[in-house]
């Protein structure tokens, strides 16, 4: 929120946050993009609570109902065409979370 207002924003829509120096840039499905000043770091507070959110990078934050695949090369392929990057301290979390709900 800012002086000029606000924008409400369903959860569902984003698909990944990317650090960008001092912004933070938000991919919505739809091929919306919105921006922000504010460091990555705050918005890993402020979605802590939504549990689809995954920090995969020290520059990405992934929704991960928007996960379509994901290489051992460390690239994560989103919907719309997005891609995220995979560190390896994130890997291990990220590969057991898939392993856990996608299992037989």
């Known amino acids: 929120m800012d002086s000029g207002g606000f924008i409400v924003v369903n959860c569902r829509e984003i698909i990944k946050l990317e650090a960008d120096g001092n ?3 938000i991919y919505l499905s739809g091929k919306r993009k919105l921006t922000y000043c504010r460091i990555l770091k705050e918005f890993v507070d402020l979605l802590r609570s939504h549990h689809v959110f995954f920090r ?22 989103l919907t719309e065409d997005h891609t995220a990057n995979l560190g390896n301290s994130y890997r291990d979390e990220f590969i057991r979370y898939f392993q856990q709900s996608y299992a037989c």
């Open 23 to 25: 912004y933070t840039n």
């Open 56 to 77: 995969t990078h020290r520059s990405f934050i992934v929704n991960l109902e928007h996960v379509k695949s994901y290489s051992k090369q460390g690239i994560i392929t």
